[in-house]
C-alpha cells in the first residue's frame, strides 16, 4: 500500500498535470491531496483519503470537514493524528480517538499515525492505546519516527523492523512506514519484513518521483 500526502502543496494546474503524469499507476497509490482537490484525484479514478477529518458529522465548526462529508465526496481513507496535526494544531489522544470512531462510523478507512524518538515504547505504546481505546474495527498503523519527517533522517532498518514487530505484537493492524521516503531509499526499505507499505510525504508531490518509487517497490 503506498500512501501519498501532499500536505498543504500544489496548485490546481500542478494537480491536473500530476493526475496525468500519473494516470497509469493509479491502481498502485492511494492519494491524500489538499481536501480543495480530492474531487479531481476523485473524478479521475483515484483512491483518494483525506489529510483529516473533525470528530462532528455536521454543525458550526468553520474550516472542518466532516466524515460524512468526506465519504459522500468520494474520500476512502483518512489519516488521522499525523505528527503535524498534533504539534502544529495541539490534537491529542483523546480527540485522535474521537476522530477514528468517527470517521469508521462513516465508513472510511483509517490510517492512524503514531511516532517516537526514540528506542524505548512506552510513549508509542499509550499512543496507539489511547487512540485505539474501544476501537473494535481494523485501522492502519503509519509509524513515522519524529524526527524522520521531512529531514531525510531515517533509522536504521533494524530499528524499523523491530518498530514494526512491536506494533503488531499490539494489534492486529497493518502497519506502514512513513518519514523522508524516496527513490533512493526505498530499495532498503521494502526489504523490511511484516510491513505493508508506506506513507510518502515530501517526495509524494513529485510525479517522476512518485513513479521512480513505485517502479522500485514492485521488483
Same mark, same amino acid.
Given at each position: 500500500?503506498?500512501?501519498?500526502?501532499?500536505?498543504?502543496?500544489?496548485?490546481?494546474?500542478?494537480?491536473?498535470?500530476?493526475?496525468?503524469?500519473?494516470?497509469?499507476?493509479?491502481?498502485?497509490?492511494?492519494?491524500?491531496?489538499?481536501?480543495?482537490?480530492?474531487?479531481?484525484?476523485?473524478?479521475?479514478? @483515484?483512491?483518494? !483519503?483525506?489529510?483529516?477529518? @473533525? @470528530?462532528?458529522?455536521? !454543525?458550526?465548526?468553520? !474550516?472542518?470537514?466532516?466524515?460524512?462529508?468526506?465519504?459522500?465526496?468520494?474520500?476512502? %481513507?483518512?489519516?488521522?493524528?499525523? %505528527?503535524?496535526?498534533?504539534?502544529?494544531?495541539?490534537?491529542?489522544?483523546?480527540?485522535?480517538?474521537?476522530?477514528?470512531? =468517527?470517521?469508521?462510523?462513516?465508513?472510511?478507512?483509517?490510517?492512524?499515525?503514531?511516532?517516537?524518538?526514540?528506542?524505548?515504547?512506552?510513549?508509542?505504546?499509550?499512543?496507539?492505546?489511547?487512540?485505539?481505546?474501544?476501537?473494535?474495527?481494523?485501522?492502519?498503523?503509519?509509524?513515522?519516527?519524529? %524526527?524522520?519527517? !521531512?529531514?531525510?533522517?531515517?533509522?536504521?532498518?533494524?530499528?524499523?523492523?523491530?518498530?514494526?514487530? %512491536?506494533?503488531?505484537?499490539?494489534?492486529?493492524?497493518?502497519?506502514?512506514?512513513?518519514?523522508?521516503?524516496?527513490?533512493?531509499?526505498?530499495?532498503?526499505?521494502?526489504?523490511?519484513?511484516?510491513?505493508?507499505?508506506?506513507?510518502?510525504?515530501?517526495?509524494?508531490?513529485?510525479?517522476?518521483?512518485?513513479?521512480?518509487?513505485?517502479?522500485?517497490? =514492485?521488483?
Amino acid at each position: 500500500m503506498i500512501f501519498l500526502n501532499h500536505k498543504m502543496n500544489l496548485t490546481l494546474d500542478e494537480v491536473n498535470n500530476y493526475i496525468e503524469a500519473l494516470k497509469n499507476y493509479k491502481e498502485k497509490i492511494i492519494v491524500l491531496p489538499t481536501a480543495l482537490y480530492a474531487k479531481e484525484f476523485i473524478n479521475s479514478g @483515484y483512491k483518494v !483519503g483525506l489529510q483529516n477529518i @473533525y @470528530y462532528e458529522e455536521k !454543525g458550526m465548526y468553520t !474550516g472542518e470537514i466532516s466524515p460524512y462529508q468526506a465519504f459522500q465526496l468520494g474520500a476512502s %481513507y483518512v489519516l488521522i493524528g499525523h %505528527y503535524e496535526r498534533r504539534s502544529i494544531f495541539g490534537e491529542n489522544n483523546e480527540m485522535v480517538n474521537k476522530k477514528i470512531k =468517527s470517521a469508521l462510523k462513516n465508513k472510511l478507512k483509517v490510517v492512524l499515525c503514531v511516532g517516537d524518538n526514540d528506542d524505548n515504547n512506552d510513549f508509542l505504546t499509550r499512543q496507539i492505546k489511547e487512540c485505539l481505546k474501544d476501537v473494535q474495527e481494523s485501522v492502519i498503523i503509519a509509524y513515522e519516527p519524529i %524526527y524522520a519527517i !521531512g529531514t531525510g533522517i531515517i533509522p536504521k532498518i533494524e530499528d524499523i523492523q523491530n518498530k514494526v514487530n %512491536y506494533i503488531k505484537s499490539l494489534t492486529n493492524s497493518k502497519v506502514l512506514y512513513g518519514g523522508s521516503i524516496n527513490a533512493h531509499n526505498i530499495d532498503e526499505l521494502k526489504t523490511i519484513k511484516n510491513l505493508d507499505g508506506f506513507l510518502i510525504g515530501k517526495a509524494s508531490i513529485d510525479a517522476q518521483e512518485v513513479i521512480k518509487i513505485l517502479e522500485v517497490a =514492485s521488483k
